[in-house]
């Protein structure tokens, strides 16, 4: 009885220590990246400009942060079923939690909309593909990897899009705005 007894505490206490590593490690794999702000109640103009100087380089910065951590994953030398534990850890979480923050913003006017609607998609379907590889790794199953190739050029589309309303020279794009046109 008394040997259970310390079986039970030392149970206890290797749990709160890998506790505390889960959430000491939670930083590393999901980042600390802050949220994304909320739009200012500002004019189409302003709000374009804060878009452009504030929003898009931090969404670009933590889609650059997943998408490196997907292909160091891949050419990671780990077992596909390794492969695809770290994919939704390090590549997947980050999407998931950038995808929630993008849904969050409201952009207010017409043209800002439009822009982060496309971003949105983006996410979205760049979250999808990461776990349709991921599925892919754990069941070698071909049709998840043309699945998520098919996802990831829908992604790419989407960004190609986005891309053209931010940095586009055009009466709706987003820099045209910005600069009062």
């Not at 749990?15 to 990246?33: C, D, E, F, I």
């Not at 997947?92 to 043209?111: D, F, H, K, N, V």
């Amino acid at each position: 009885k008394r040997q259970a007894l310390w079986r039970a505490a030392g149970a206890a206490v290797l749990g709160l220590g890998l506790a505390g590593a889960v959430v000491a490690a939670r930083v590393p794999l999901v980042g600390s990246y802050e949220s994304i702000p909320t739009p200012p109640a500002l004019s189409a103009r302003l709000e374009a400009a804060h878009y452009l100087t504030v929003l898009a380089p931090t969404l670009l910065e933590r889609l650059q942060a997943a998408r490196s951590a997907r292909a160091a994953v891949v050419a990671s030398r780990a077992s596909p079923a390794g492969k695809a534990a770290r994919l939704r850890a390090e590549a997947l979480a980050p999407m998931r939690a950038l995808l929630g923050e993008a849904r969050a913003y409201q952009p207010i006017s017409t043209q800002t909309r439009a822009a982060h609607r496309d971003w949105v998609a983006f996410v979205q379907a760049q979250a999808d593909a990461f776990d349709l590889l991921a599925t892919s790794l754990e069941t070698s199953g071909k049709d998840a990897a043309r699945a998520a190739q098919a996802r990831e050029e829908d992604a790419l589309e989407h960004l190609r899009s986005w891309g053209e309303k931010v940095t586009g020279d055009c009466p709706t794009c987003l820099t045209t705005i910005a600069e009062g046109g």
